[in-house]
Nanobody, 119 residues
């Protein structure tokens, strides 16, 4: 059974930091690209950051470049999102996603974790 379980969300003051984790199971984690998305109620889900299966390439939304860092540990089947210098506009539900493209394509989503940036 495929599972992606996010953790690490919470309430933080502006300028603060949080580290999100997404623990994967039920599939070959090291064969999947991983991404973090976020969604505010009433708005479309947006890509925050992505990382290739081997961790060699990362990409970020312009709004988080220089503040957020995506990383992964294939030995622990876990992807991380380190979020620094948080702003109120970073408030959202954060989701991790696993993607594999080939002859057959697979997309898996986690259940999300709430991040609230407020004083």
């Amino acid at each position: 059974q495929v599972q992606l379980v996010e953790s690490g969300g919470g309430l933080v003051q502006p300028g603060g930091s949080l580290r999100l984790s997404c623990a994967a199971s039920g599939f070959t984690f090291s064969s999947y690209g991983m991404s973090w998305y976020r969604q505010v109620a009433g708005k479309e889900r947006e890509l925050v950051a992505g990382i290739t299966s081997d961790g060699g390439v990362t990409n970020y939304a312009d709004s988080v470049k220089g503040r957020f860092t995506i990383s992964r540990d294939n030995a622990k089947n876990t992807v991380y999102l380190q979020m620094n210098s948080l702003k109120p506009e970073d408030t959202a539900v954060y989701y991790c996603k696993a993607v594999r493209r080939g002859v057959l394509s697979y997309d898996y989503w986690g259940q999300g974790t709430q991040v609230t940036v407020s004083s």
